[in-house]
Nanobody
Framework: QVQLVESGGGLVQPGESLRLSCVAS????????MGWYRQAPGKERELVAD????????NYADSVKGRFTISRDNVKNTVYLQMNTLKPEDTATYYC?????????WGQGTQVTVSS
């Protein structure tokens, strides 16, 4: 059974940092594009960042460029999202996604709240 388990969320103040992790129980993890998405209350889920299987290409939402960094460890079957200089508008539930052609798997999400 495929499982993606996110961790690392929490409550932080503006300007602080968090590091999210997603461990995937996936056969051939290194073939999947891994991504982080987020969904705030009343809003649609949006792409935050993704990374290709070879770790040679990344893609970021404009709102997080220069502040967030996605990375992956294909030995540990884990993808990370380093989030720096957090802002209140980053408050959302963050989801991990694994994609391979038309096959997608999602985690259950981890809550990130940025508030003073």
């Amino acid at each position: 059974q495929v499982q993606l388990v996110e961790s690392g969320g929490g409550l932080v103040q503006p300007g602080e940092s968090l590091r999210l992790s997603c461990v995937a129980s996936l056969f051939n993890f290194n073939k999947y594009v891994m991504g982080w998405y987020r969904q705030a209350p009343g809003k649609e889920r949006e792409l935050v960042a993704d990374i290709n299987s070879a770790r040679t290409a990344t893609n970021y939402a404009d709102s997080v460029k220069g502040r967030f960094t996605i990375s992956r460890d294909n030995v540990k079957n884990t993808v990370y999202l380093q989030m720096n200089t957090l802002k209140p508008e980053d408050t959302a539930t963050y989801y991990c996604k694994a994609g391979f052609f038309n096959v997608n798997y999602w985690g259950q999400g981890t809550q990130v709240t940025v508030s003073s």
